[in-house]
T-cell receptor, first 116, second 117 residues
Framework: AQTVTQSQPEMSVQEAETVTLSCTYD???????LFWYKQPPSRQMILVIR??????QNATENRFSVNFQKAAKSFSLKISDSQLGDAAMYFC?????????????FGKGTKLTVNP | GAVVSQHPSRVICKSGTSVKIECRSL??????MFWYRQFPKQSLMLMAT?????????EQGVEKDKFLINHASLTLSTLTVTSAHPEDSSFYIC?????????????FGPGTRLLVL
């Protein structure tokens, strides 16, 4: 069974600085998707970034980028120029490609605090 | 695009009553929707996979007679908590992915906070 591990229960960063959140996963599949979701205090889950395993290029979305190391099964999230609004729980997730019918496997989450 | 709504956003009920939560995909069709439960400061726990036109698939340990799921159409799934008790108090979240979309991105509803007195 696939598993996702987030080893940092909590992280903090100064506003405008850079922070990296770690995620490792275990799977025997060669084709899959990885995600980072953000859950702010409102508890609405928001997609931050998505990576297809078959793509070697790391995904980026504005201030958010990932370091995808397929052989090491590592998928870290880097947040640059951190803003107060980035404070939230961040969940790493995995999915196999099944046309929208496959469940997500979540890590336990990392709580990010942004200090002014 | 890809908006999922949930109704109600919060509900308070008496022990022993049943509560229905609706999950709607507003601008796409979804053959499959997912229901999660989340306790404070914890990750999302998948309860069941809701399949349009067929029975839901429940995760191990989830009581199917307690948590009734009906996927009435390609845009609506409902979760009914039957004979609710205080231990059912939690935050319930649904998600869906557009039909035939192989990007696998799940879009989440805003959640429903259930409090059983």
């Amino acid at each position: 069974a696939q598993t996702v591990t987030q080893s940092q229960p909590e992280m903090s960063v100064q506003e405008a600085e850079t922070v990296t959140l770690s995620c490792t996963y275990d799977t025997s599949e060669s084709d899959y998707y990885l995600f980072w979701y953000k859950q702010p205090p409102s508890r609405q889950m928001i997609l931050v970034i998505r990576q297809e395993a078959y793509k070697q290029q790391n995904a980026t979305e504005n201030r958010f980028s990932v370091n995808f190391q397929k052989a090491a099964k590592s998928f870290s999230l880097k947040i640059s120029d951190s803003q107060l609004g980035d404070a939230a729980m961040y969940f790493c997730a995995y999915s196999r490609p099944q046309g929208g019918s496959e469940k997500l496997v979540f890590g336990k989450g990392t709580k990010l605090t942004v200090n002014p | 695009g890809a908006v999922v709504s949930q109704h109600p956003s919060r509900v308070i009920c008496k022990s022993g009553t049943s509560v229905k939560i609706e999950c709607r995909s507003l601008d796409f069709q979804a053959t499959t929707m997912f229901w999660y439960r989340q306790f404070p400061k914890q990750s999302l726990m998948l309860m069941a996979t809701s399949n349009e036109g067929s029975k839901a698939t429940y995760e191990q340990g989830v009581e199917k007679d307690k948590f009734l799921i009906n996927h009435a159409s390609l845009t609506l799934s409902t979760l009914t908590v039957t004979s609710a008790h205080p231990e059912d108090s939690s935050f319930y979240i649904c998600s869906a992915s557009p039909e035939f979309y192989w990007g696998e991105t799940q879009y989440f509803g805003p959640g429903t906070r259930l409090l059983v007195l």
